[in-house]
């Protein structure tokens, strides 16, 4: 009985961390291609922005780090911590536009801002999916232990 009930926990670990794995997936897919956004952002904020090299300086570099590392990257938190950074870039240089009413009357500037803000929608909403998902597969995975436990210690007995 108890070695049912495992096997049958064992094959829900299996699928949820399938449904993760997907998720994180699609999440980079995503994060791809708001990060190949900024590249919009970028073009049609050159003209404009005073100091435009130095402000993109960072993201640019960032942006740069994803690209190279993007292979080597096995860990998703690690993946997620550089996305972060570059983020937290986006969100100053949206900062540093919104005060250039030039840039506020481009349709451009305002096709790459509703993309953008879009994505990271999109992105927001997968991480929150993904981390239900790692909370049901963390809690599956402790009572599967707790059985597996009582299972070999009743047949140990």
Known sequence: MYSVI?????WGIYIIGRKITQLEIQAK????????SVILLYECSKE????????????LAIRKQIFVSQENI????????LQAQFHHEIEFIFQICQKHPQLLKDKYFLFTQDLIENQSK??????K???RFCEIHNKIARIARTIGMGFFWISYR
């Open 6 to 10: 495992t096997l049958i926990l064992l």
């Open 29 to 36: 897919d995503i994060f791809a291609q708001r990060n190949d």
């Open 48 to 59: 404009v922005i005073t100091k435009h090299q130095e402000i993109f300086e960072t993201a």
């Open 74 to 81: 096995d860990n998703f938190e690690a993946f997620l911590h």
């Open 122 to 127: 999109q992105i927001s909403n997968i991480l």
């Open 129 to 131: 999916l993904r981390s």
